[in-house]
């Protein structure tokens, strides 16, 4: 992960000191609400429906077992015991109190960890695969690029009062998209053409209310020039991005309104200017920043599937299933990454305990060189796992209830908190999620089904990337009443795809029904091999449409 | 005679502010140093470059383009912030002092507040008129919140990792 050097904890440490001012001025009435907002807001800071909402950075959602330890510690000191992981692979706090911010940012600070960014209509943090530097398909390590952007946005004094807000993924993975750059402001594609590398840049994705895929605006840039073609599109959408109308704001709606070709002329011309200009980068200065992450020390020694492990997934019928569920296969022969998915039934996707912070610190230190990683799925993955050493840590994950082997099927569904939590939401997600994992709770028929991605937001805002679902779950409200409406087709795997809206709205107590019915059409109609998606793709909207509202069944 | 920060410290200031509406109900432009709205400014064009004492206001949507020609005649450009979470100003004050090398002042109007100095500072803004209902030596410690930037600015276009 990405190694801080003394400046890094100085700006930190200033930072803290600025919102610790901050908020003394806002409690002394100095600053009104209004102007309060942005500050606490590119702290990380909303004002949520029971309480504050603090949404920590996680970089490339990289964690040492001591940031492990101290989000644990601050869950347990100025939270009621748990966070929860976010889609951008984040870490929330749901109660913290207004006045303890500035402790927590300052312990926070102690650990290299921050919230610089994470809300605002402003630069958020930059985000790639969850399995950067460890998958084998990836063309080269995307996480010094991120890097360098993630610079370059920090406190950028032109970029801090966009229209609005302003998320960018970087993906080095030739023919998918982890890093859901299609749905991003910006998406960065690294790409290796002639001998060169270079991005391939797309501009005005993003999901929320609008939900679209992103158009090519620079089809090749070479790598000197990454920084000058990010500033020059940040300039274009600065200047003219919606400011009258915040559901028209997002880069999108410039870009759709504008056309990708007009939208491309305007960049190229501020481009122009930039080009060859003092943010160029040089060779040298990439290799410094790849330098600046520590590389595990792995044993080079080691090879895939040793005696070991071929033994225990021969003689234990459960490690054998979670091994070909939850572990994913390393660049590094000998060592696997593995995949804790914090979907117990009951409690919403993507939390943890301080305790269970505590313990993954322990595994992490035990079996994966101390670091362990956030997803955008809402789980924890221990990323480099030596391949002899994963049935001892499957006991372990087993009995701390981490081993359950479902990662990618039904039951690991993307959630946001929805609207228990939040105060933006029509509806509410986190018992939806439960009822489904109540009703789906037989793991052989799980594994029959596949994967399946479910995804549920309790609004618009679509923080559980409903979208992107192959069975979306909207939350939405009609006259105080809440509903769900289901979309089905949406894609975040191998594409970036919007799904498609299945019709009217359900009533809570329908979805798990009409999801059962869904699942059924499937498993009559797949032919052998075929994933949900497949099936759906080959027969399109309407035999699902007319399963999900049939009377008779 | 009115406060405003200049070069990073408290000064009295001599010029006034007409906006469209300011300035419909004078008869005639005051004498004096004045800020005038582009489209006055577009206007009058030539009479007001031989003063000298003239000065033009961007408002947001009017870009430094439109004054590209007139620069050099130009001792000052403001721009107005209406309110202060529309960031086009930012965007048009670093144009003007990195696209266009404008060596005048750049004065900040409007709903310029304490927190937001240090980022209009780094984009090329060196003047800051302060709203009239915020005392002004506590806005001047928003110039100095950080010692550390990652990126370039008008001021040293060098990232950190070139400064050496």
């Known amino acids: 992960m990405y190694v801080y050097r003394p400046h890094d904890k100085q700006l930190l440490n200033e930072r803290v000191a600025q919102f610790r001012d901050q908020t003394r001025r806002f409690l002394d009435g100095q600053l009104s609400n209004d102007e309060f907002l942005p500050l606490r807001l590119q702290n990380g800071l909303y004002i949520q429906r029971y309480a504050p909402m603090l949404r920590v950075s996680v970089p490339y959602g990289m964690l040492s077992s001591t940031q492990l330890r101290m989000l644990g510690r601050i869950a347990r000191e100025w939270d009621k015991g748990y966070a929860h992981v976010s889609t951008r692979q984040n870490i929330q706090y749901n109660w913290p109190d207004l006045e303890d911010v500035p402790d927590i940012l300052a312990a926070l600070a102690e650990v290299e960890m921050h919230a610089i960014q994470t809300s605002g209509n402003c630069i958020r943090n930059v985000t790639t695969d969850e399995f950067a530097g460890i998958n084998a398909a990836e063309i080269e390590d995307p996480r010094p690029w991120c890097e360098i952007i993630r610079q370059w946005a920090t406190f950028n004094p032109e970029f801090a009062y966009l229209p609005r807000k302003f998320k960018i993924a970087v993906n080095a993975v030739p023919d998918a998209d982890p890093a859901l750059i299609g749905v991003h402001d910006i998406g960065v594609q690294i790409v290796h053409r002639g001998g060169e590398t270079g991005f391939q840049v797309l501009a005005g994705g993003g999901l929320g209310r609008t939900p679209m895929v992103g158009e090519v605006i620079g089809d090749f840039v070479p790598w000197p020039h990454l920084l000058s073609y990010l500033e020059a599109i940040l300039r274009v959408y600065n200047k003219y991005g919606n400011r009258d109308n915040k559901y028209k704001a997002r880069i999108k709606i410039l870009v759709k309104a504008l056309g990708a070709e007009k939208f491309r002329a305007l960049t190229e011309a501020e481009f122009a200017e930039l080009k060859d200009g003092p943010m160029t980068l040089t060779a040298e200065e990439v290799d410094v920043m790849r330098g600046h992450f520590s590389e595990p020390a792995y044993d080079p020694s080691l090879t895939n599937r040793p005696a070991a492990l071929e033994q225990a997934l021969a003689s234990n019928k459960a490690f054998n299933r979670w091994f070909h569920t939850n572990v994913t296969a390393h660049r590094q022969p000998g060592y696997a990454a593995v995949t804790l998915t914090l979907k117990k039934t009951g409690r919403a996707p993507g939390d943890l305990t301080d305790e269970e912070f505590d313990a993954v610190a322990d595994l992490a230190d035990q079996f994966s060189f101390a670091e362990a990683r956030t997803t955008h799925q809402q789980n924890i993955v221990l990323g480099d796992v030596r391949q002899d050493q994963l049935f001892p840590l499957w006991e372990k994950l087993d009995a701390l209830g981490f081993a359950t082997p479902n990662l990618k099927l039904l039951t690991d569904m993307i959630a946001c908190p929805g609207g228990d939590f939040c105060s933006l939401a029509n509806a509410k997600s986190i018992p939806i999620a439960e009822a489904i994992q109540r009703h789906f709770d037989d793991m052989d028929y799980l594994h029959d089904l596949g994967p399946i991605d479910v995804n549920i937001s309790g609004c618009m805002n679509a923080c559980g990337h409903h979208h992107i679902g192959h069975i979306g779950i909207l939350g939405v409200d009609k006259k105080g009443r809440e509903y769900y409406q289901i979309t089905l087709g949406g894609r975040g795997d191998k594409v970036s795809k919007i799904g498609e809206k299945l019709g009217p709205s359900f009533d809570a107590d329908q979805v798990v029904p009409v999801i059962a019915r869904l699942v059924d059409l499937y498993v009559e109609q797949r032919k052998p091999g075929e994933l949900f998606i497949d099936t759906y793709e080959r027969l399109g909207i309407e035999p699902f449409k007319e399963r999900a509202y049939a009377t008779d069944h | ?164």
Not at chain 2, 98 to 127: M, P, S
Request: hydrophobic share 45%.
């Open chain 2, 1 to 164: 005679m009115p406060q405003i920060i200049k070069d990073g410290a408290i000064v009295e200031d001599r010029w006034q502010w007409l906006d469209a509406e300011a300035l419909a109900a004078q008869q005639a432009l005051p004498e004096g140093a004045v800020i005038v709205p582009l489209a006055y400014w577009q206007a009058h064009r030539d009479s007001l470059k031989a003063r000298g004492d003239v000065a033009v206001c961007l408002e947001p949507g009017e870009e430094p383009v439109a004054l590209a020609d007139d620069l050099a005649d130009l001792p000052m450009v403001a721009i107005h912030f209406p309110a202060f979470k529309d960031g086009r100003g930012y965007s048009y004050a670093r144009e003007l002092r990195t696209r266009y090398g404008f060596k005048g002042e750049i004065r900040a109007l409007g709903d310029v507040l304490r927190d937001q100095l240090f980022y209009l500072q780094r984009v090329g803004f060196n003047a800051f008129v302060i709203r009239a209902d915020r005392d002004i030596h506590d806005a001047l410690n928003g110039l100095k919140d950080f010692s550390v930037t990652y990126q370039g600015d008008v001021h040293d276009p060098r990232p950190i990792y070139r400064r050496h």
